[in-house]
């Protein structure tokens, strides 16, 4: 599915993971997948920024098996936790 009915696609998956109440990780990472997937990317990578200065990075890769979702939460002075 390409263009407008694959964005359309792609937004209801999402929009179905927030409608049952998927963790903010969980949707972090449809959405990165999502986008990779619609812009025929080989590797994407998206951050959240949270209130307490913290960053969520997920990135996915179409070379990994299948799919794969790596998640990290950052703090203001670079303290990683997966």
Excluded: C, K
């Excluded at 390409?2 to 999402?14: I, N, S, Y």
């Excluded at 990578?45 to 990994?64: H, K, L």
């Amino acid at each position: 599915m390409t263009g407008f009915a694959g964005e359309q696609a792609a937004l209801r998956r999402v929009a179905t993971l927030v409608a049952r109440g998927a963790p903010l990780e969980v949707v972090l990472g449809a959405v990165t997948e999502e986008a990779a997937r619609l812009q025929a990317a080989n590797y994407t990578v998206t951050a959240r920024y949270d209130p307490d200065n913290a960053r969520t990075i997920a990135a996915w890769s179409s070379t990994w098996l299948d799919w794969a979702l790596e998640r990290h939460r950052l703090t203001a002075w670079g303290e990683s936790r997966p």
